[in-house]
């Protein structure tokens, strides 16, 4: 009984988990394609390595660890900002911070894989 009771536990907090991240990562494409469209800065924040070996179309290459030092190539603070980088994980970070110094419309589209068709 108290294998089945921990087995239901686990299998209740990966569900909980994978929609937590969902609700982190799982940018609506539809909302996401838009905002590219409509002319928001596309910012692969990978290293760049990862950037030569794949990236979207359009995307400036940033790496997190240069945001900082490149904070004149993201332009107007209000212009609408996607991020992304192989997972999330990075572009969480810089999106954080681009917040916190007054960007007011960054998007964290998660890794490249999650981005929209062009």
Known sequence: MNRIVIIVLVVI????????????????????????????????????????????????????????KRLDEFGDKNKAIV????????SGSAKSFLESIGYSDVTNAGGLSNMPNP
Not at 44 to 58: I, K, L, M
Not at 83 to 90: D, E, K, L, N
């Open 13 to 68: 907090c990966v569900i909980f988990l994978v929609y937590k991240l969902k609700s982190v990562f799982g940018v609506n494409q539809t909302q996401l394609k838009e905002k590219i469209d409509a002319g928001a800065l596309v910012v692969d924040v990978r290293t760049v390595a990862e950037f030569q070996s794949g990236h979207f179309p359009g995307a400036v290459n940033i790496p997190v660890d240069e945001v900082s």
């Open 83 to 90: 991020v992304y980088c192989a997972s999330g994980g990075r």
